[in-house]
């Protein structure tokens, strides 16, 4: 394609693109076109299909640790160990499958519906055709309203604005022109380019096509998003390491009990029992199960509150975040201008939302104020009703704010209606409009840009009175300022006539009003969740392509810059692959700046590839096509569903069906709260898996009776365990949460203080069982089946018991986040009913080689096994462990 087009002439570029600039290309031309260029469409990844939602699910390290076990119980012959397993590995992917195709259904009733159509010149004739059907050379008519379908140049324009936010991240609407620019000229400042995926938001203009598909700016950046892929998830980091971990602990286990047995004259067939009731034990059955449901648990709390989860894994994800980089138009304020700052003689500023009530009062007596706000209402192209009001922005805002100030903008109209209107220009810049007043005479209002009202101003209102306006060189000091704070200004003026005059000497001798400055505002409900980021340690990033005043106005109101930061805490991208590229300070600044302003997709991109380089878990927050590859980047790709652009929402693993920013509050929250229960779950688990383990190896060492069978084993891990893990997930954690740093990347799921923990649990139940099975076979002196289960059922208290050890900090014994827990202690009489029916069902009791025992051998086991919890107890509090 034609490179730097903005920089060339109209005629140059039609003749360039052989079509004519009144017929357009004809029929023939544009099938030749289509078949060169192709089809006007951007390639898209569909709705992702049901099998590959089923296939995802068994790619999880926490499902390859199940398979070990389900192949050795097959290799061994156990038939029905092997179907137990597989139960477990069905039941697992089987409820992650059905979440994430909850989420892909939701994500489906987001994507919009019908094929855009757009206008065209070919053959001289206007047509409506399918925007795919575009080819280079088209002739395209832009009305209000119209979605544009390709880039292309502007060869007519009538008073056009494109709202370009989704594209460059440009808060204001963008008055368009058809004068050639310089070469270097960059995206935001295209003002003679209109873009595939913007939005004319007033005007009108005739374009001719100068890329489509691939080619568009769009394109490139869809492009770019496909190059940006996602590593792992956290959570899926962490359960690989551990899975890793059992895994080869399981094989070297096994292998050294086997081998040892076999050199100390034991029975070979005995020993390769042994060494699958080890393998058994090694592996938490339980836990991908666990995990699981305790993921889709949280992802259908948040279900509720309006947050749609693609993949369960991105719940965690939320939790481990330490840094939300967050695009500003749509996401952090309301993408649509409103009336900010208002400025009189006299350099009297007030700000609008600070100061509402005080100016509502001074609105009846200020002749100033009065007059800006008529100004407002009459001078002004929208519908007065709040219901019907649209088209440009600035004078939807100029309403909105006479209904701050308690003005009827109907009635006002009704009482002065207009005689004479002479409508906004792009080459003058200001629009007139002169109305009746209730005096039988009547008032030119002026409105527009600074430098052309002024120029007709000989006189100013100071003080509620009409003056000679002396100090223009002060006001234009002071409109700079405001510029460069990010406003849009707009100065507003006025003239008394007695009849209507004459066009020649309509803006003669005005009287100057004031100044007012707009603004793409601050969400609401914003600042205060900024705050809650900063108490859990949380860095926001603003990366936006708007302007760096604006930018830094909005992060000052939302609390992002604080009181001390200065300049330095943000870059313009023209430095950004500077830093990027310097020495080790430079890139200190970079992580430290927190806003990004004028950056580009790409720009974008890179600091997130960047942040995650430094050991940083990165959330994404957008809205916009300029966000779409840094949200698939980033570890946690975050989309507006409302105002989010369908292409962002696909790139992203989160929704926010309502748009609200506060919802990741919740789903941070949500995600900090999982991870703990994952950790509880593994430290629960493991422990009791240890106390298998250890017991089974030592009493196969010492020539002790088998204190557990391999399908014993399976029962306890699938049942007594998986009951009390999954109600520890239903605890509601710690009230401090969202007040504790975040966790560090690199720290994994099994910390040193919680391996220590994990031995003292699982130890304590060893020694319960190993007494026990010593006590009932050297003193005793029962048969080996009543030794075993006299072990097991000593194994089962102290599993069951375990639950209360799971507090992980400093707590009460009686008191504490487990002994409040109503689900605990259901599924802890659950667990005993499971066991006490097993034992009287003849065809499970016969399966689990269990007998029946005397009242006096159930209270030996009572006695072991409650003294696995106080052991526990005093030593973790002993040794002052977590």
Not at 188 to 212: C, D, L, P, W
Not at 288 to 311: D, E, F, W, Y
Request: net charge neutral.
């Amino acid at each position: 394609m034609i490179s730097k087009i903005f920089s060339i002439g109209v005629s140059h570029i039609i003749e360039l693109l052989k079509s004519d600039g009144h017929k357009g290309l004809d029929s023939k031309e544009v099938q030749n076109r289509i078949a060169r260029f192709g089809k006007n469409q951007i390639p898209e990844k569909g709705p992702k299909k049901k099998l590959f939602v089923l296939a995802d699910q068994f790619v999880d390290p926490i499902i390859y640790i199940l398979l070990v076990a389900f192949l050795l119980a097959l290799l061994l012959g156990d038939w029905p160990e092997a179907v137990a397993i597989l139960v477990v590995i069905l039941i697992t992917v089987g409820i992650g499958f059905f979440m994430e195709l909850q989420a892909v259904r939701a994500l489906e009733k987001l994507r919009k519906i019908g094929q855009v159509l757009t206008r065209v010149i070919r053959d001289g004739q206007l047509q409506v055709v399918k925007a795919s059907g575009l080819v280079p050379g088209d002739l395209l008519v832009l009305h209000a309203g119209d979605i544009i379908s390709a880039d292309a140049r502007l060869i007519e324009v009538k008073r056009l604005k494109v709202k370009e936010a989704a594209l460059t991240g440009e808060s204001q609407d963008i008055e368009k022109n058809t004068v050639a620019l310089p070469q270097d000229t960059l995206l935001h400042e295209r003002t003679n380019m209109v873009y595939k995926g913007t939005f004319v938001v007033s005007g009108s203009a005739k374009a001719i096509v100068v890329a489509t598909g691939a080619n568009t700016e769009l394109g490139q950046i869809q492009l770019l998003s496909q190059k940006a892929e996602k590593g792992l998830t956290p959570i899926e980091k962490k359960l690989g390491q551990l899975s890793r971990w059992l895994i080869g602990f399981t094989i070297l286990l096994t292998f050294l009990v086997i081998v040892s047995g076999i050199l100390s004259g034991m029975d070979l067939m005995f020993m390769i029992q042994t060494g699958l009731a080890l393998a058994v034990a090694a592996i938490p059955e339980g836990l991908p199960i666990v995990a699981t449901i305790a993921l889709a648990r949280g992802m259908l709390q948040l279900s509720k509150k309006q947050v749609v989860i693609k993949k369960l894994e991105a719940v965690h994800t939320l939790g481990a975040t330490n840094i939300i980089c967050t695009d500003k138009t749509g996401t952090l304020t309301e993408d649509k201008l409103a009336v900010h700052t208002l400025a009189f003689a006299g350099k009297q500023e007030y700000e609008v939302g600070k100061q509402q009530d005080a100016l509502r009062l001074l609105a009846s007596r200020r002749r100033d104020l009065k007059q800006m706000i008529t100004t407002s209402i009459l001078c002004n192209e929208s519908p007065a009703k709040l219901e019907d009001r649209f088209g440009e922005s600035i004078d939807v805002a100029l309403l909105d704010f006479a209904d701050k100030m308690q003005y009827d903008p109907v009635a006002v109209r009704r009482e002065r209606p207009q005689v004479l209107s002479m409508p906004f220009d792009t080459e003058r810049k200001y629009m007139a409009s002169i109305n009746r007043n209730p005096k039988n005479g009547h008032t030119l209002y002026v409105k527009g840009a600074f430098e052309e009202v002024v120029a007709y101003c000989d006189k100013i209102i100071t003080n509620g009175h009409v003056s000679a306006f002396e100090d223009k060189a002060g006001w234009y000091q002071l409109v700079d300022e405001m510029a460069s704070q990010g406003f849009r200004t707009l100065a507003m003026a006025y003239r008394d006539h007695d009849k209507i005059p004459e066009m020649d000497a309509l803006l003669e001798g005005l009287t100057f009003i004031g100044v007012i400055g707009f603004i793409d505002p601050a969400r609401t409900d914003v600042k205060d969740t900024i705050s809650v980021y900063k108490n859990a340690g949380i860095k926001v990033v603003m990366m936006t392509g708007d302007h760096p005043g604006t930018a830094w106005k909005i992060a000052q109101e939302i609390g992002l810059m604080e009181e001390g930061d200065g300049k330095d805490q943000l870059i313009h991208s023209s430095e950004i692959n500077r830093l990027l590229k310097g020495d080790q300070r430079q890139r200190k600044r970079l992580l430290h700046t927190k806003v990004f302003a004028r950056v580009t997709p790409k720009e974008k991109l890179q600091l997130v590839k960047f942040f995650q380089q430094n050991n940083n878990t990165i959330g994404m927050l957008g809205d916009g096509v300029n966000d779409v590859p840094a949200l698939r980047k980033a570890d946690i790709g975050i989309a507006m569903g409302i105002r989010g652009t369908e292409v962002a929402r696909e790139a992203a693993d989160i929704i926010l069906k309502n748009d609200r920013f506060t919802a990741m509050e919740l789903a941070i929250r949500q995600g900090r709260l999982i991870f703990e229960h994952i950790r509880q779950f593994v430290v629960y688990l493991l422990s009791c898996n240890l106390a298998e383990i250890v017991s089974v190896g030592v009493a196969a060492i010492v020539v002790l009776p088998a204190p557990l069978l391999p399908l014993q084993i399976l029962f306890l891990n699938l049942v007594t365990d998986v009951f009390p893990a999954l109600a520890l997930g239903f605890g509601k954690g710690e009230e401090d949460l969202m007040n504790q740093p975040p966790r560090k990347p690199t720290e994994p799921i099994m910390t040193r203080e919680l391996w220590i923990t994990t031995v003292i649990c699982g130890m304590s139940i060893t020694l319960a069982v190993l007494g026990i099975t010593a006590y009932a076979h050297l003193w005793l002196q029962l048969s080996p089946m009543e030794i075993n289960n006299m072990a097991f059922y000593t194994l089962v208290v102290g599993q069951l018991l375990n639950i209360f050890n799971m507090p992980l900090r400093k707590s009460s014994f009686f008191s504490n986040e487990v002994t409040k827990n109503p689900w605990v202690w259901a599924a802890l009489i659950l667990c005993t009913l499971i066991v006490l029916i097993s034992n009287l069902i003849p065809i499970v009791a016969e399966i689990l080689s269990l007998v029946q025992l005397t009242l006096q051998q159930w209270g030996i086991i009572a006695v072991f096994g409650f003294g696995s919890l106080l052991l526990t107890q005093l030593v973790k509090r002993l040794g002052g462990t977590v």
